[in-house]
């Protein structure tokens, strides 16, 4: 079971994303703090970070750094968030609304399964 470490300080966010992620067949590790997430994201195959809430990004140089694909979401206005996000080295940043819609398709392309296609189109950035 390939497993997916977030962080995000929305406890229902954690619980509605956790639902669909098992759904799926992930295993969701929910991280409160940057702290947290440094604990947890040797083991995950992908990193998921919300930034609809201040995320401290120089704190997470190593998970952004690491083998582990990291997307960013947040708020489609928050134009510093993002700028933030892809200034600290994530692989993906995508809206709230996007990353709703697509997270299976999210999960697919950026963790290893053996029915992903190698050769699916990148899809463009915000």
């Given at each position: 079971?390939?497993?997916?470490?977030?962080?995000?300080?929305?406890?229902?966010?954690?619980?509605?994303?956790?639902?669909?992620?098992?759904?799926?067949?992930?295993?969701?590790?929910?991280?409160?703090?940057?702290?947290?997430?440094?604990?947890?994201?040797?083991?995950?195959?992908?990193?998921?970070?919300?930034?609809?809430?201040?995320?401290d990004w120089a704190a997470l140089t190593d998970v952004t750094a690491s083998q582990s694909?990291?997307?960013?979401?947040?708020?489609?206005?928050?134009?510093?968030?993002?700028?933030?996000?892809?200034?600290?080295?994530?692989?993906?940043?995508?809206?709230?609304?996007?990353?709703?819609?697509?997270?299976?398709?999210?999960?697919?392309?950026?963790?290893?399964?053996?029915?992903?296609?190698?050769?699916?189109?990148?899809?463009?950035?915000?």
């Amino acid at each position: 079971m390939s497993i997916i470490a977030t962080l995000s300080r929305d406890v229902f966010f954690g619980m509605r994303i956790r639902t669909v992620l098992q759904q799926l067949g992930y295993e969701l590790v929910l991280c409160n703090s940057e702290h947290a997430l440094l604990k947890q994201y040797g083991n995950a195959d992908l990193v998921i970070v919300d930034f609809n809430q201040p995320v401290d990004w120089a704190a997470l140089t190593d998970v952004t750094a690491s083998q582990s694909p990291v997307i960013a979401f947040g708020s489609h206005t928050n134009v510093e968030g993002f700028r933030l996000a892809r200034e600290a080295g994530v692989d993906r940043t995508i809206s709230n609304g996007e990353f709703s819609r697509k997270l299976p398709e999210l999960l697919g392309k950026f963790t290893a399964t053996p029915s992903q296609d190698s050769d699916q189109d990148d899809a463009s950035d915000m």
